[in-house]
């Protein structure tokens, strides 16, 4: 299995291109299910969950193509076509390397009337139920059956009515599929309390550029009238707010200066608020934004939320930075049970942080030492490089294939602003 090793200690000063967005390219891509038409989707990231996604709309019947891209060129384009659904199972083996596979549900179920999908079960982080997705999809008026580990989603008179539903707890995955189904229904469909991610913007944006009526985008009550049917466009993927806001902190945990070239500040305010709170120097440029931080970095006091909130998917990043800052850090995870376990991996190169519960004191200040550690999430990995950078020493992050999940050509991105950073193929 490939590792990446690092050598630490280098003040990172340059530019980094941001990626188009993993969490917006994995609803952006089933929405190639709701048409005949093609859809071309540009900016999309190069990462396995991408070609993981895409190899399940292959099986769907969904052919899909990807445009060359010029050296030096971020993203890529990939146009997807489903002439006509061949199969509507998403099976297990697909689902159980990508959770965001159940994002197929709603718009399978819309256009082909019918949708079997294998139940993704727990993960690394939590136990991550789909119960919302499915209460959301039978407010719609689907059935719902559950067997052998799979769930059954009908429209019994072939296209869903529409319907009513509030969310008792924010879900940007159940949010996403109840859109996704909504806008091929015959009816009207009022979500409440909907996750406001900005992906769930760019979901919105596309589905509209593709025909779909939905009125209030960005706002958590949703107003979708379905239509008879949905055309192809050509979209944009949005710049990837989390691996934005992940080179930001290295920049602020090696004392650098780093350019964060298309990131899209007004998507990042959570984050950009915790950076400045910290001590970075944010400045807003014609190409994006640049972070500058002068250490010792300030203490934090940090509470994960839903968007408008900090996200919990920069937790991991924002505690390795703050193991480095002048005094002491508490953290709240609050979106996921199990999101501390890069702590005992942090721990082992020096930091001190003490977890309760879902909150964790992180007393900063103290040197991070080079070690080989290894984690079981994607940003927990993504806190482990970080530390590495500002670590005396050799680190060797092992299992690369959950930064693979979610960060385009990490090394090429983190040496080009001056890190000694590779990767090690086992052979
Ligand atoms: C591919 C993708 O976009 N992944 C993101 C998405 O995950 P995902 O869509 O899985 O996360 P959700 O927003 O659905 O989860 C939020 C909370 O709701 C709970 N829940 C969710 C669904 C459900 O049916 N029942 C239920 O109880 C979850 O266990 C969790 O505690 O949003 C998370 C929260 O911002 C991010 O960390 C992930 O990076
Ligand atoms: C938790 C994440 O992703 P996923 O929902 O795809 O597991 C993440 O991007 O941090």
New binding site residues.
Partial sequence: MDSIRITGGKRLEGKIPISGA??SALTLLPCALLTDEKLTLGNLPRLA?VDNFSHLLNQLGVSTSVAGVKKGEVGRKMTLEAKEIASTVAPYDMVRKM??SILVLGPMLARAGESTVSLPGG?A?GDRPIDLHLKALEAMGAEIELAAGYVKATAPKGRLPGGDFSFPVVSVGATENAVMAAVLATGRTQLFNAAREPEIVDLCNLLVAMGAKIEGIGSSHLIIDGVEGLHGCNYEVMPDR?EAGSYACAAGITGGSIELVGARPHDMLAITNGLAAAGLAIEFTDAGMKVSAHQPLRPLAISTAPYPGFPT?MQAQFMAMLSVADGQSFLEETIFENRYMHVPELRRMGADIEVHGRSAIVKGGLPLTGAQVMATD??ASMSLVLAGLAAEGDTEVLRVYHLDR?YERLEEKLSAVGATIERVSAG
């Fill in positions: 993993k969490n969950d959770r965001a993960c982080i989390i998917d994607l940003r979610g």
